[in-house]
């Protein structure tokens, strides 16, 4: 499998020509480009849009100079990973075509051969499971692959992942305050920062316990709808509100599906110090 170093800046470039030729080396590249147009809405845009990520389309000739003039890379393709969360699939297929069009485009106008575009990931989940990217949608619409062109290469994240992961809490309380009621968790957004960071309620499932060690009587909701909070000292320490429960009493678990991706790794895990989660890998 040849290995393509996707290269994001002028300065990267420089600095890839810079190591690559110290160790006699020619490290294939693809340029990450932010274009003008022709970019995929989602939650979370990174190029079409003001962002750090890739070399602004305006710059491409020039980035495209400056390889013809570094010994130590060769330009093989570009990189054009433009969205996080899409779950619109004709909208994907039309994002994937135009970026082979814009790619074909480029390679012309500079007389280059591509042997790679790379589409990126983006494919979306819904966390809430409300909706859901179609796949067979997306694999229908797609035009055929041009077995003469250059290799499409997807680099999905969250699609692949986030269906593998599931966190458990334990409520350690429940609490009304204001004409709200709370659990609260023995973990939170330190562990599962998602819901927090992207401000949504995060479906939750409850595992009943009948261990109750305490000398008085086990404090429970019935047919309620709870707010769950991690045990941090921020009221953003929410992994959802209004969450509705059947019983739910002290001791219970909560368990949260679809963790897999851009769960523990975006959480902030040291943040006062408790415990980190113990990974069971099945
Ligand atoms: C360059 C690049 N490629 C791929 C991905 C994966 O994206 P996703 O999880 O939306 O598929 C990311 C995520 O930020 C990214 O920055």
Not at 60 to 84: D, E, F, K, M, W
Not at 122 to 142: H, K, N, W, Y
Not at 184 to 212: C, K, M, N, Q
Not at 219 to 246: K, M
Request: charged residues 20%.
């Amino acid at each position: 499998m040849p290995v393509t170093i996707n290269v994001e800046s002028v300065h990267e470039l420089r600095r890839l020509d810079l190591i690559a030729r110290r160790h006699h080396r020619v490290a294939p590249i693809a340029l990450r480009i932010n274009r003008a147009t022709g970019t995929l809405t989602g939650s979370h845009r990174m190029t079409g849009t003001p962002t750090p990520f890739g070399i602004d389309e305006s710059q491409l000739s020039q980035a495209i100079a400056l390889t013809t003039q570094s010994p130590g890379v060769r330009l093989t393709g570009l990189h054009l990973h433009s969205v996080s969360n899409n779950l619109d699939a004709a909208a994907h297929v039309a994002f994937v075509a135009d970026s082979l069009a814009y790619a074909a485009l480029i390679a012309d106008e500079h007389r280059l051969t591509f042997d790679t575009v790379n589409v990126g990931g983006g494919i979306g989940v819904d966390p809430t499971g409300a909706a859901a990217f179609d796949l067979d949608e997306f694999s229908r619409l797609l035009p055929e692959a041009d077995m003469s062109g250059p290799r499409v290469v997807y680099e999905l994240g969250r699609y692949l992942t986030a269906e593998i992961g599931w966190y458990a809490a334990e409520v350690i309380d429940i609490k009304h305050t204001h004409d709200r009621t709370f659990a609260v968790l023995r973990g939170g957004t330190h562990h599962f920062r998602l819901p927090a960071a992207w401000g949504y309620s995060h479906p939750a499932t409850v595992i009943e316990r009948e261990d109750w060690p305490y000398p008085w009587p086990r404090p429970e909701l019935v047919n309620a709808t709870v707010d769950v909070t991690g045990e941090l000292c921020t009221p953003r320490d929410v992994l959802a509100r209004g969450l509705h429960v059947d019983r739910l009493r002290i001791g219970d678990i909560l368990v949260f599906d679809r963790c897999g991706a851009y769960g523990w790794t975006i959480s902030h895990h040291d943040f006062l110090n408790h415990p980190h989660p113990t990974f069971i890998v099945l």
